[in-house]
């Protein structure tokens, strides 16, 4: 979808909120709640829009095995629900999510 700045801003934070949160929407422009620098600080900001995000850069690099890879992780890690930082239920550090992707990758 392409809109002017303003409505797309509405539009993808509309989306966000069914989604679950700002946290696990990707983008081009930013990623989330990793900028939030109170989550940050306690270690609780939700990695999963920064890692989409990133899987974005990959695709638009011309590297979509690793783009595929990764979105792939981060969905088994999602689906799993061990790993889940609070704003998606669950009381995990950013860091112990990253490292589940990480672990999830194949």
Do not use: C, W
Request: charged residues 20%; aromatic residues 4%; glycine residues 12%.
């Amino acid at each position: 979808m392409v809109t002017p700045n303003l409505y797309g801003n509405l539009v993808a934070n509309t989306a966000a909120g069914i989604a679950g949160g700002t946290g696990v929407m990707p983008g081009g422009a930013s990623a989330g709640n990793v900028g939030n620098d109170k989550l940050v600080e306690q270690k609780k900001a939700n990695p999963v829009a920064l890692l989409l995000s990133s899987a974005m850069m990959l695709r638009h690099l011309q590297f979509p095995s690793f783009a595929d890879r990764l979105e792939n992780a981060v969905e088994q890690v999602i689906k799993e629900g061990k790993y889940r930082t609070r704003d998606l239920g669950g009381q995990s550090t950013t860091q112990e999510v990253v490292d589940a992707v990480l672990a999830a990758l194949d």
